[in-house]
Structures are given as structure tokens and as C-alpha cells.
Nanobody
Framework: QVQLVESGGGLVQAGGSLRLSCAAS????????MGWFRQAPGKEREFVAA????????YYADSVKGRFAISRDNAKNTVYLQMSSLKPEDTAVYYC?????????????????WGQGTQVTVSS
């Protein structure tokens, strides 16, 4: 079992930046791919970004491509989501997740473990 803890959320003005972190424990972090998802009020959870176990492959939702960057530090058992040029529509609870494979995936059902989420609010 993997335990995931997100941090770094908060309130930011439109056009600003935030960096989310997700610390993992419980299993060999470098063996599995990681993803970020988000859920806005009244909406379904949606895919944001994913990164392979080695970090060599990343994948983004069209809505964040060019503005967000996912990365990982396997020595620190941590995955990051650098968010720039934030928009009010980016407001959501952001979740990190792990899957029992090394390759990226964009569907929530492909992920086995989830963090508790961190709130990101972008004001206009």
C-alpha cells in the first residue's frame, strides 16, 4: 500500500503560480507512475498530468498543456506539479495518485492509491 500526502495548495491570483508536492511512502516509489487529477465543485474528477516511473515520459490534459509541468524526484519519493499562468477555472481540489505500472495513464480507474487532496483557489 502506498500513502500519498499532497501539499502546496492555496489561494493565488489569476496569472500566478503554485507548486504542489506529493510525498509518497510505503513502497518503492521509483517503480510506479504518478498522476495528478483535480475536481472542481459540482464536476467530476478530471485528469491533469502524469509521469512515468523514471520521469522520462509525461502526459498532460489539453487544458493545462504549456502551463503546468509535472516532475518527480525519486530520491525524495516526491512528485511535483508546477502550475503557472493560473486561471480561475483551475480552481479545484488537486489529488495525486499512483498506479502499479511504470507507464503513464489518464484514467482515474488506472490508479490504485490516492492522496487526500489539496485545495487550489485562483481568484480573478
Amino acid at each position: 500500500q502506498v500513502q500519498l500526502v499532497e501539499s502546496g495548495g492555496g489561494l493565488v491570483q489569476a496569472g500566478g503560480s503554485l507548486r504542489l508536492s506529493c510525498a509518497a511512502s510505503g513502497r518503492t516509489f521509483s517503480n510506479y507512475a504518478m498522476g495528478w487529477f483535480r475536481q472542481a465543485p459540482g464536476k467530476e474528477r478530471e485528469f491533469v498530468a502524469a509521469i512515468s516511473s523514471s520521469g522520462g515520459r509525461t502526459y498532460y490534459a489539453d487544458s493545462v498543456k504549456g502551463r503546468f509541468a509535472i516532475s518527480r524526484d525519486n530520491a525524495k519519493n516526491t512528485v511535483y506539479l508546477q502550475m503557472s499562468s493560473l486561471k480561475p477555472e483551475d480552481t479545484a481540489v488537486y489529488y495525486c495518485a499512483s498506479r502499479d505500472r511504470s507507464t503513464v495513464a489518464a484514467l482515474s480507474r488506472d490508479y490504485n492509491n490516492w492522496g487526500q487532496g489539496t485545495q487550489v483557489t485562483v481568484s480573478s
